[in-house]
């Protein structure tokens, strides 16, 4: 067993895990720390605990210290550094012509060293920007080609729910999504309709998926013929959220609504009289 504590960077970003060494830290607290990117500055997300050894990635790098006020100011700094050099690359990328779309820019906290996230459609040969760059800024220049979904990460947005988005606000890691979510779910396929700002399929379709999945197993499929407390009859339908079969009695007689615990009793009672 490992003592760890959970420390995130960005508002929604990875948590990563520390040794919290000797410092007795608690949810919330700012603290600094080496990273493989250099030292960074993060928050303390989850609090000391012990966890698996299966579940970390060992050697654990240690929690520097607690971070001071100065600290809490270079970050600030860093930040306004940051955005004027926003405004210089994307002005370096016009002069070059490249067809790319700078997203954000983010120094790290020892200034060792600038990323750039940018989107593109293909491959962008950036060579004579980073020469530029690295000639004004004069300290290591990275710059990262990242996908639509970490740029709505990054930028933000109201989704179609009316709500902050989720990747932006909480959501740590980006999870498999498949359109036959949606299918089981019961959802239009219109791309409209199930797509973020991104323009890839929502997040939020793999929130209730395990429980669309659970009750698919539970329910009889669709043509398969079952029987009632009215009669023997042909699934026509599924209401997976109630628990409901719809049932067709006959050819084309009535169609009929049953819970699973309906049917369930009927199959009860069928077996026994047999016996």
Known sequence: ???????????????????????????????????????????????????????????????????????????????????????????????????????????????????????????????????????????????????VRDEAKMLGGIGPCGRVLCCSSFLGDFEPVSIKMAKDQNLSLNPAKISGLCGRLMCCLKYENDMYESAKQELPDVGKRISTPFGNGKVVGLNLLERLVQVELGEGERVLDFTIDELMEKETLATESTE
């Not at 303390?44 to 579940?55: A, M, Q, R």
């Not at 006020?69 to 550094?81: M, Y």
């Not at 002005?91 to 790290?108: A, G, P, Q, R, S």
């Open 1 to 147: 067993m490992h003592q760890v504590v959970g420390v995130r960077f960005k508002k929604a970003g990875k948590i990563y895990y520390f040794s919290p060494g000797n410092f007795d830290l608690e949810k919330g607290e700012a603290v600094i720390v080496e990273t493989s990117r250099g030292v960074e500055y993060g928050r303390v997300v989850i609090g000391t605990k012990l966890v698996e050894e299966n579940d970390v990635v060992l050697p654990l790098k240690q929690v520097i210290r607690i971070a001071t006020s100065q600290d809490k100011l270079k970050v600030q700094e860093n930040r306004e550094a940051a955005q004027k050099a926003f405004a210089v690359c994307n002005e370096k990328i016009h002069e070059h012509e490249l067809d790319m779309k700078l997203v954000d820019v983010e120094y790290t906290f020892d200034r060792n060293k600038v990323l750039f996230y940018f989107t593109a459609d293909g491959r962008i040969d950036f060579r004579d920007l980073v020469k530029d760059l690295a000639a004004i800024f004069r300290t290591r220049i990275e710059l990262r080609q990242i996908g």
